[in-house]
């Protein structure tokens, strides 16, 4: 008897599409979450980076107390977070090595680069954890002196233009087909996005509305 056909999610569908195993789209909520956590995405950079062999070349695949002391934490901490990453797909076990009473495993990334279908900064909006939304940094680092509620009016405007430039991200990674640097993987995704939401022309109504506050002089 023929199975039944599997029913793809919409994250299972965007992966199959043009940028195949090396760029993953993350779309389940429960995943993006996983990232909110600092430590977590600070784990998945170490590995991005690798570690250098003794003959010069990097090694992708890490071993936690490997990652451990690249990040400065306790393997006992590292191995919390990575359970959870493994656990939700963003990374697995690359080999196991027998050395006499003891096995080493080591640790690989499921992909070069994840892009989130949402960004870290509104779900950290939608779950009331957003300690520093970035009007307010904007306003400190270069002493706008911006009251509340301009701080907010304006923060707004950058939400939506997160949300905008954000999609055009997501599109831009499934398109992707060829075969660049996996350190140039961010680079080359978000100069394309940002290319394209440059002629978005809400994206250009907000950024003409952001210099009622946003005063900056740059000559």
């Known amino acids: 008897m023929t199975p039944e056909p599997k029913e793809l999610s ?21 995943k ?23 003959d010069g070349t990097i090694r992708k695949e890490m071993t936690v107390p490997e990652i451990a002391r690249k990040l400065g ?4 901490k590292c191995y919390h977070h990575l359970d959870l990453l493994v656990e939700h797909g963003f ?3 690359a080999r196991e090595e027998k050395k006499k009473r ?8 499921t992909a070069p680069a994840f892009v989130l279908a949402t960004t870290i900064d509104e779900i950290e909006k939608k779950e009331g954890i957003r ?16 009251s509340e509620e301009e701080k907010e009016e304006a923060q707004k405007l950058i939400d939506e233009l997160t949300v905008r430039q954000h999609k055009y991200t997501v599109h831009a990674a499934e398109k992707l087909k060829g075969n660049i640097p996996d350190d140039k993987m961010g680079m080359v995704l978000g100069f394309v996005s ?14 003409k509305a952001l210099t009622k506050y946003i005063k900056i002089d740059l000559d």
Do not use: H, W
């Not at 600092?38 to 170490?46: A, N, Q, V």
């Open 131 to 146: 300690e520093n939304p970035l009007i307010a940094l904007i306003d400190d680092a270069f002493l706008l002196g911006l």
């Open 194 to 207: 940002n290319q394209f939401a440059s002629q978005d022309s809400r994206c250009q109504e907000i950024r």
């Open 10 to 30: 919409d994250e299972e569908k965007r992966n199959n599409k043009g940028a195949g195993s090396r760029v993953k789209i993350i779309g389940s909520p429960e």
């Open 73 to 76: 934490v306790s393997a006992p």
């Open 91 to 93: 990374v697995r076990v």
């Open 102 to 109: 003891t096995s080493i495993t080591y640790y690989e990334r």
């Open 32 to 54: 993006i979450k996983i990232l909110v956590d600092p430590m977590r995405r600070k784990i998945l950079r170490t590995m991005r980076e690798g570690i250098e062999n003794e």
